[in-house]
T-cell receptor, first 113, second 114 residues
């Protein structure tokens, strides 16, 4: 039962353009969402998060949008840079109980010069 | 401030054997979580330790067990290894005060079971 889904295994974007990564979830108990970036041979690193009481959170070039009614969130990166090439994971958590993250399968983003 | 360190980085084991993976948490963090990342998948929650007690467990069989020590470092033990246990094992440390944004992952241990 995949509670968090990233339906695009890969995405290729030209440098300077906008990258949009999508994530869907099924569990209505999730109330906190995070995006992580992962390079090969490294652990995931935190990028940006959003609480379910908000619909947008922005940090520099990164913006996360949350549509609770559609159970959908997206990460926008603008402008995209070559160093953004990595695997991006969406993760969700329900505040009750352990600090447990449920991850999507990941999307490999490639930024082309 | 040191990050999360995991050892070993790689190892190869034979089916049926037992393995112990180690994790040193980031300074100031009192909670350790373990995740299994199979090839092409996202990390899956195995369990979490807080103040040396198990504080939540995912859908993993009892042959996956763990420990947390007074210095907040942790071990993941897997008995009776199966081929499907081949994966990247990630440790993450956090503190209750920092919340989920403070979750910090190590680089992982790549386990191959043959």
């Amino acid at each position: 039962d995949q509670q968090v889904k990233q339906n695009s295994p890969s995405l290729s974007v030209q440098e300077g353009r906008i990258s949009i990564l999508n994530c869907d979830y099924t569990n209505s108990m999730f109330d906190y969402f995070l995006w992580y970036k992962k390079y090969p041979a490294e652990g995931p690193t935190f990028l940006i998060s959003i609480s379910s009481i908000k619909d947008k959170n922005e940090d520099g070039r990164f913006t996360v949008f949350l549509n609770k009614s559609a159970k959908h969130l997206s990460l926008h990166i603008v402008p995209s840079q070559p160093g953004d090439s990595a695997v991006y994971f969406c993760a969700a958590s329900a505040r009750e109980g352990a600090q447990k993250l449920v991850f999507g399968q990941g999307t490999r983003l490639t930024i082309n010069p | 401030e040191t990050g999360v360190t995991q050892s070993p980085t790689h190892l190869i084991k034979t089916r049926g054997q037992q393995v112990t993976l180690r994790c040193s948490s980031q300074s100031g963090h009192n909670t350790v979580s373990w995740y299994q990342q199979a090839l092409g998948q996202g990390p899956q929650f195995i369990f979490q330790y807080y103040r040396e007690e198990e504080n939540g467990r995912g859908n993993f069989p009892p042959r996956f067990s763990g420990l947390q020590f007074p210095n907040y470092s942790s071990e993941l033990n897997v008995n009776a290894l199966e081929l499907d246990d081949s994966a990247l094992y990630l440790c993450a440390s956090s503190s209750q005060s920092q919340g989920l944004d403070g979750y910090t992952f190590g680089s992982g241990t790549r386990l191959t079971v043959v």
